[in-house]
């Protein structure tokens, strides 16, 4: 068996299969379909399957589908395209629906044993009464119905008699308990809706707390891993199970969410964004949903990296941007084969230059010459990105000046004669002499440019919208209140930029474009006649992580 021992989960499933108090590790992810994944639920992910992979185990996908009002099966079939991306296999998938007959026999016990009531105090009534963090709750005038009342209305409530809201059943605990969670909660409520697998089945749904834990004995599940927010419900998902009549009781073990700068991390949020307009859908590149990342142009592999090194513990943090980010870069370095694209062309013609159909090849990966090279095509007219082309440079400067030389990637050294401007003064174009004695791998010329820019042939090159990206939110820690007045305005801009044909002909997705960043074919709006590219992220990478 490998053993991982990297963060305390794993010592205690070690443990606990060493002292052999559980057999065999079975986890579960158990997200709600009322949206889609994002890179918090990666981590979960990541941990729930990991753990099972690495102990010899297996994973449930259980949708907990109690909410019939947000839930569908859109996000159904969403979490699961996302899992399956990851490259993680599940067992089932399940769903908490799937037990709605089983919880409900459940919820007649607890009736039957005292320990659950009716109660019909309208909802806002219960929350005043529930009390604070420092003051007991008060009992419900209905807390000492008799067995046969209470059984007699939860059985009417599931007939559907009463309408939405009227009652409620409660697990009959303790009002005065210093844990708010455990003040007679709510574990059923009325809801005339319409549920994406049930239909018209029920009108009566399990509240979570009542759910999970019966869900996660029903199946086995060995360690019943969730975030620390849900520490404060272990008393009651303890005493739900301590309390009917089933002989099989998982341990629920608490870790810390991720949270991440300049986002929030939250499907109700999310779902707003979309909602409103601000994004292009769920899978917008500038989300940080799984699907967004996966349009975006990060790697599975780069995430699962990223969960790994941020690692599990009991401390809640914000993970930089850029951890991610270079993580990113870290897997496409190795993964991207380079190509040439001008992102803002300014033309250049070689006022000396003749030859016809000449190719210059360029490697597709410098670092991998085994994955080979292609040919450009090079000719009297090209284009350099406008940037790399400066009237009054700044010191320093390493590129093209008037008068001035640079080299051409993988081509020739080229000296820049003439500026052509506009009549409102801008730069149209660029009359250069190119150096025939300079071809890059053959350079007799003797002459050293201090600047290689990048280049594509003008007749070939492919234009293409290429979108540019900056972060959704300005604060590195958006509220959720006015998480909607810290949206970046400028977050997404579209280049018409000129591309190499050979990375249009390629069938990868993904490719470094020299000097510029690492840029994907657009999963949803890329054609073969109109090009539509994301910039996954730059090549700036001052980033360095220290303790990771
Ligand atoms: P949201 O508020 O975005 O809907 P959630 O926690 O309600 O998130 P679920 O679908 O209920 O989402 O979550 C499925 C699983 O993913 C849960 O076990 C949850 O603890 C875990 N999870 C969700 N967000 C994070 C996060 N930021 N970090 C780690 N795990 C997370
Ligand atoms: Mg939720």
């Known amino acids: 068996m490998a053993e991982d021992l990297r963060d305390f989960i794993r010592h205690r499933i070690r443990d606990d299969l060493r002292t052999a108090a559980v057999e065999r590790v079975v986890t579960r992810f158990p997200p709600e379909p009322n949206g889609f994944l994002h890179i918090g639920h990666a981590k979960s992910i990541c941990l729930n399957f990991g753990v099972a992979q690495e102990f010899g185990g297996t994973t449930y996908l259980r949708y907990d589908d109690t909410n019939p009002l947000r839930e569908s099966d859109e996000f159904v079939e969403a979490i699961q395209r996302d899992i399956d991306w990851l490259g993680f296999d599940w067992e089932g998938p399940t769903f908490a629906s799937d037990y709605f007959e089983q919880l409900y026999e459940f919820a007649e016990q607890l009736i039957e044993r005292g320990k659950a009531f009716v109660c019909s105090l309208p909802a806002d009534e219960i929350r005043a009464t529930r009390g604070t963090l420092t003051d007991p709750g008060t009992d419900s005038p209905y807390r000492d119905r008799t067995v046969a009342e209470n059984l007699d209305l939860f059985r009417r409530m599931r007939a559907g008699e009463f309408p939405d809201g009227s009652h409620v059943l409660r697990a009959r605990i303790d009002m005065a308990s210093p844990n708010v969670n455990m003040r007679d909660p709510v574990i059923y409520r009325i809801r005339h809706a319409t549920h994406h697998r049930t239909g018209d089945a029920w009108c009566i749904y399990p ?23 849900f520490e404060d419900h272990r008393p009651l998902y303890d005493w739900v199970l301590d309390n009917i009549a089933i002989n099989y009781h998982p341990p629920q073990i608490e870790f810390s969410r991720l949270s991440l700068e300049y986002t929030v991390m939250s499907k109700r949020l999310f779902s707003a964004l979309v909602d409103d307009g601000h994004v292009m859908g769920w899978d917008d590149p500038r989300m940080p949903t799984l699907a967004g990342m996966r349009r975006r142009g990060y790697p599975a592999g780069a995430i699962r990296e990223f969960c790994r090194r941020i690692g599990v513990t009991k401390s809640d943090g914000t993970v930089e941007y850029e951890f991610l980010e270079f993580c ?51 000719s009297k007219t090209l284009y350099i990105e406008r940037d790399d082309f400066s009237e009054n440079p700044p010191s320093k400067y390493r590129r093209l000046v008037p008068g001035g030389m640079v080299r051409l990637r993988y081509g020739y050294i080229i000296v820049c004669e003439d500026v052509v401007k506009n009549i409102s003064g801008e730069v149209e174009e660029l009359r250069c002499r190119y150096v025939p004695a300079s071809k890059s791998g053959n350079d007799t010329s003797g002459l050293k440019p201090k600047g290689v820019i990048h280049w594509v042939e003008a007749e070939s090159a492919v234009a293409a919208d290429v979108r540019l990206f900056e972060r959704l939110f300005t604060d590195p820690r958006p509220g959720s209140a006015d998480f909607a007045d810290t949206l970046n305005p400028d977050s997404m801009r579209v280049a018409r930029a000129m591309v190499e044909p050979a990375v249009v002909a390629s069938d990868d997705a993904c490719f470094q474009f020299e000097r510029t960043g690492y840029f994907v074919k657009d999963n949803r709006d890329y054609r073969p006649g109109a090009a539509v590219f994301n910039r996954t992220v730059s090549l700036r990478d001052s980033y360095r992580p220290e303790t990771r």
């Open 207 to 229: 509240m979570y707390d009542f759910t999970h834990c019966i869900c996660d004995a029903l199946e086995g599940i060995s360690h019943s891993l969730c975030t620390l927010e």
């Open 328 to 378: 990113v870069r870290r897997d496409l370095a190795a993964a991207a084969p380079r190509a040439m694209a001008v992102l803002d062309p300014l033309r250049v013609v070689l006022t000396n230059y003749e030859s016809d159909g000449e190719t210059l090849a360029a490697p597709w990966h410098p670092q991998q010459p085994e994955r080979g090279s292609r040919d450009m095509a090079f």
